[in-house]
């Protein structure tokens, strides 16, 4: 199993050349399917989307962009079939987890990637763990009205994105000392120009910028 978790997807070259390592290929010979199901949830200015496109699109990648609340499986699940990587981009994590469980690709996805690479984008990065509610990811403050507790886990780690981020105050790294105490599992806090790689057994992180692991 492939993964390639970010914070804020390929935001620089080292990210780029480590996804690229990962995949094993380049250029246009990579054909993502990009699901942004997440950002539906969110409101106000999608630059940071836009701008989660364009570095995929700037390193010559082909993307299809597969929205699993918006079609039916019988679209979706062939142009999952046919990438290289199955991109899973940011927004909300509750909103994002929900749609996974209800179009059934949360049921399909561990098989889907024993083929292809899985990348997250923040809340994308987020479900790969065992859980979307615990006491690291609750300091996002994500609202939803559904409960919904249990991620991917298609790894025994947690995510945290935006790393002492203004847009998120709270997810600092006094914080996530004290509140990863309640977890067992490590938990990796990234920067908006950090990854984590995971190639089968073997965990690194990628960075031009900060990260920290706390467990």
């Known amino acids: 199993?492939?993964?390639?978790?970010?914070?804020?997807?390929?935001?620089?070259?080292?990210?780029?050349?480590?996804?690229?390592?990962?995949?094993?290929?380049?250029?246009?010979?990579?054909?993502?399917?990009?699901?942004?199901?997440?950002a539906n949830f969110e409101g106000g200015d999608k630059d940071w989307l836009i701008?989660?496109?364009?570095?995929?699109?700037?390193?010559?990648?082909?993307?299809?962009?597969?929205?699993?609340?918006?079609?039916?499986?019988?679209?979706?699940?062939?142009?999952?079939?046919?990438?290289?990587?199955?991109?899973?981009?940011?927004?909300n994590t509750f909103h994002l987890m929900h749609w996974f469980d209800k179009s059934g690709l949360?049921?399909?996805?561990?098989?889907?990637?024993?083929i292809k690479v899985y990348a997250g984008i923040s809340a994308g990065s987020c479900i790969a763990g065992p859980t979307i509610y615990n006491s690291v990811q609750n300091l996002f403050g994500e609202k939803y009205?559904?409960?919904?507790?249990?991620?991917?886990?298609?790894?025994?780690?947690?995510?945290?994105?935006?790393?002492n981020s203004k847009w998120f105050p709270k997810v600092n790294e006094e914080n996530l000392e004290k509140a990863s105490k309640d977890l067992t599992e490590s938990v990796y806090a990234l920067d908006d120009n950090s990854a984590v790689v995971v190639n089968k057994d073997k965990i690194e992180v990628v960075s031009?910028?900060?990260?920290?692991?706390?467990n």
């Open 145 to 163: 009205d559904l409960e919904i507790k249990e991620g991917m886990n298609l790894v025994n780690l947690q995510i945290i994105p935006h790393l």
């Open 51 to 91: 701008n989660d496109y364009s570095n995929l699109k700037r390193q010559n990648y082909i993307v299809d962009i597969v929205d699993i609340s918006a079609l039916p499986k019988e679209n979706w699940l062939p142009r999952l079939e046919e990438s290289n990587v199955i991109f899973v981009g940011g927004g």
């Open 208 to 214: 031009e910028g900060k990260w920290r692991k706390f």
């Open 106 to 114: 949360k049921e399909l996805l561990p098989e889907l990637i024993k």
């Open 1 to 38: 199993m492939k993964l390639f978790l970010t914070s804020a997807g390929l935001s620089n070259k080292t990210l780029v050349k480590a996804f690229e390592d990962l995949v094993g290929l380049s250029g246009d010979k990579i054909k993502i399917a990009f699901i942004p199901t997440a």
